[in-house]
Structure formats: structure tokens, C-alpha cells
């Protein structure tokens, strides 16, 4: 079994590409890993679908297969060149693809270095392929560990405090053009978790939020939690609030854009935009006097000073990452050992026995000897076990080691598929 991650993000692809291949919700997530857990050589899969990267984790039996089958799946679904997606993406593999993992769940390669919320998204990925019957043990023990090492990550630098989101870069920025939103009104359009941080960021900063969704419901839920200077608007007169208040942040999950060319006015007052969605909520053809619009990718570039500030908390955090993988790495070699030494003990224990009962029932030795017999043969095969087991422990912890106990399994005929893994933690 190997691990493999291939990788659209924002360090390799545009805003248009990202858009291109996203997925537009748990279901059409669930199609293309169905398509894709139906090849036999790839186990498990799940997708990490934010704004900032598509990214396809998975274990499968053959890399390269796995590799052009994503691809493929990708193409035909997304109707995207073959070519041009191969330009486009970033692939790992094995160690590297461990190490991907690590840092992307502990925030080391997100746009904003130690935004707090791409744990979560990692971890909800997961959630809905192993509710879909596409992702299991193997990924689980990878997530596991990135987990933890975000868990340290976090305890032991400062990287995570006062968390940073493209949000709050968005909100920063509004302020560093208007020099201050106390007493503004700030349109926030989605009640997710990006709505949720851009209108708490808002309210630090002195403005008052409009929150505005199609789920009403969750928008006035939302704005309960929020406090007394948010006001939940409705999603028809949308158009009167994007032309009426000089701030708009938005972050949906609508397929097309939501505010389109058709509805914006010109208006004699300077007007901030934020479009914080992937796909964008904002045509990218709108031209209006006095208007400016900032995307995703433009948060990005701001965003870089941020990640200036932190690098030699990033440094810290990446020698973490690094003693992690290794962990993992040994760990995963443990796993495959132990339960290679067990079995081929248990398979020794049973020849024995079937041979003790044999030389008894064709009369060669009495019954009576039969517990000394199988007690001084099980002694003969511990003796001479106790180097080769020896040697194998030590050499699963080489680079090398993995392929070196497929072979012993393989000569002894030793299945350990179905063997419960804690069981040798």
C-alpha cells in the first residue's frame, strides 16, 4: 500500500483553474470517489475541496495508475484537458505525500500560514468518504497523526495565535483603505464558517454586519450568536444592499456568480468588495466607477506579509512536521512486522502441533510424550527465530525495510490483510 496526493492549489494553479475542477458539494464528492475506489488498485480515497485547493488523498496499490486514473476521472467529469490538468498539478508521493498531509492539516501550506480552520476542513473531508464507504483505516492512521502533529504544531510555537483567515486578511484590508469601518455597515452574504469569521472580524473592527443568505434561518441563528449589531437582511433585496453600503464580503456556495453585472449600479462612493468564494460569487466582468473588487487570489498576494511575519515560527513548525513523519513512518513499519513475527509463530505452533499428533497416531512415540515433544520443538524454533526476528525489527525501521518484509511474507506465505493494526501500536 502507498500514499499519494495530487494537488491543485493556489501555489500551482489560477483562480480560473481551481474554479474549473471544484466541486460543487457532498454529492458530486461522493460520485467521482465512487468512480475512482472503483479501480482495484486504489483502496481508499478522500478529497479536500476549499478555496484555496482541490486535493485527492489516497492509498492505492499503484501509483502511477492512480495518478493518470485521478486525472482522467478529473477531465471527463470537469471537461478540463488531460493536458492541461497534468500542468497544473502537484504530485507526492509516499514520504512526500506524508509530509503534504502533515503540513497542509497543520496549516504550513495554507495561503494564510496558521489560519485555523484548514484542520477542520481536512478532517470533515475524511468524515464524508468514510461515511461514504471510500476511505478506511489507511487514511485513517495518516489523518490521525497530521492531527496530532497540528496539535503540537499549535502548543508549541506561535504560529496559530491571533488566528489569521482570508477573512480577516479581507476585513484588514478595508480597514487599511478606509482607515476605519467604526460605524460602517458591512454586507456579509453566506452564514458559513467564512461569513461567520468575516462578520466576528467586522465587529472587532467597529462596523455593523448585514448578514444575508439564501437559509434565513441560519442567518438569524447566526446572528443571535454574533450579538446586537448584526441584522439579518433578506436574499431578495440583495440587490438594494450591494448598491446601498460601501462594504460587501462575500462567501457562498453557489455554483455561479450571485452578483452579476446586471445589478450593480454606479454609485458617487468609493466600494470595497470581497469575494472570498470558490467558485466567485462576483463576475469578474464587472466595471463600475468607483468600485474596487478584491479576490481570492488577490487576498493572497496581502496575505504574504502575514506569512513574512511567521516564518521562523514556520521553520519551528516544519522541523515538528519532520519528526512526525518520521514517527509515522517507523510506526507504519512496526505495523508491518509485527504481525508478520506473530504470524509466522502461529503458523509454527500449528505445524508443530499437527505433527506431534502425527507421529503419535502412526505409533512412532506414546501419547504421554506428546506435551514434551511439542514444549521442546516450540523451544528449537524460538532459538532459532530469535535472530532472524531480531534482524527483521531492525531492518523494518530502514528505508528499505517495507520492501524487505512484503518478500519474508511472500516466501512464508504470511497474510496479514485482515489483522487489526492496534493490536501492535
Not at 513548525?317 to 513475527?341: G, R
Not at 525489527?393 to 492496534?422: M, Q, W, Y
Request: charge should be negative; hydrophobic fraction near 40%.
Amino acid at each position: 500500500m502507498y500514499y499519494m496526493v495530487v494537488s491543485f492549489n493556489y501555489k500551482q494553479c489560477s483562480l480560473e483553474q481551481r474554479e474549473s475542477i471544484s466541486f460543487k458539494d457532498e454529492d458530486e464528492i461522493k460520485e467521482f470517489l465512487n468512480t475512482l475506489t472503483d479501480f482495484e488498485f486504489i483502496q481508499e480515497a478522500f478529497v479536500v475541496n476549499t478555496c484555496n485547493r482541490v486535493e485527492i488523498v489516497v492509498a492505492s496499490r499503484d501509483n502511477f495508475a492512480t495518478y493518470h486514473s485521478i486525472l482522467g476521472i478529473l477531465s471527463k467529469t470537469k471537461k478540463v484537458n488531460f493536458y492541461e490538468l497534468e500542468k497544473s498539478a502537484l504530485r507526492y508521493e509516499e514520504e512526500e505525500a506524508i509530509e503534504h498531509i502533515f503540513k497542509v492539516v497543520s496549516s504550513l501550506d495554507s495561503m494564510v500560514v496558521g489560519e485555523a480552520q484548514i484542520t477542520g476542513q481536512v478532517k470533515e473531508a475524511f468524515r464524508i468518504s468514510f461515511n461514504n464507504g471510500t476511505a478506511g483505516k489507511e487514511l485513517n492512521r495518516l489523518l490521525s497523526y497530521a492531527t496530532k502533529c497540528a496539535a503540537e504544531v499549535r502548543n508549541s510555537t506561535n504560529i496559530s495565535e491571533h488566528p489569521i483567515s482570508i477573512a480577516s486578511v479581507a476585513v484588514a484590508q478595508a480597514e487599511d483603505e478606509l482607515k476605519s469601518l467604526s460605524g460602517m455597515v458591512g454586507v456579509v452574504i453566506g452564514s458559513g464558517e467564512m461569513g461567520k469569521l468575516a462578520s466576528k472580524h467586522l465587529l472587532r473592527a467597529g462596523a455593523d454586519v448585514l448578514l444575508v443568505s439564501r437559509n434565513k434561518e441560519h442567518a438569524e441563528a447566526l446572528a443571535q450568536e454574533l450579538g446586537e449589531n448584526v441584522t439579518v437582511g433578506t436574499y431578495e433585496k440583495l440587490p438594494i444592499y450591494i448598491n446601498k453600503y460601501r462594504l460587501l464580503f462575500t462567501a457562498t456556495s453557489s455554483k455561479e456568480p450571485i452578483i452579476t453585472n446586471d445589478i450593480v449600479e454606479d454609485k458617487n462612493m468609493d466600494r470595497l468588495w470581497f469575494d472570498m468564494a470558490i467558485p466567485r460569487d462576483i463576475d469578474n466582468t464587472i466595471k463600475k466607477y468607483n468600485l474596487k473588487i478584491y479576490y481570492i487570489d488577490d487576498l493572497q498576494a496581502i496575505s504574504k506579509n502575514n506569512h513574512a511575519l511567521r516564518k521562523e515560527q514556520a521553520l519551528q513548525a516544519t522541523e515538528i512536521v519532520q519528526k512526525y513523519k518520521e514517527d509515522f513512518l517507523k510506526w507504519l513499519q512496526a505495523l508491518s512486522v509485527e504481525p508478520v513475527i506473530k504470524q509466522m509463530r502461529l503458523n509454527i505452533d500449528k505445524i508443530i502441533k499437527e505433527e506431534s499428533s502425527r507421529v503419535i497416531k502412526k505409533g512412532f512415540l506414546p501419547k504421554e510424550y506428546q506435551d514434551n515433544i511439542e514444549y521442546m520443538a516450540k523451544q528449537l524454533f524460538d532459538k532459532f527465530l530469535h535472530i532472524p526476528t531480531k534482524n527483521m525489527r531492525n531492518i523494518s525501521k530502514e528505508n528499505e525495510g517495507l520492501e524487505v518484509i512484503e518478500a519474508v511474507k511472500e516466501v512464508f506465505c504470511i497474510d496479514t490483510e485482515h489483522i487489526d493494526p492496534k493490536n501492535y501500536k
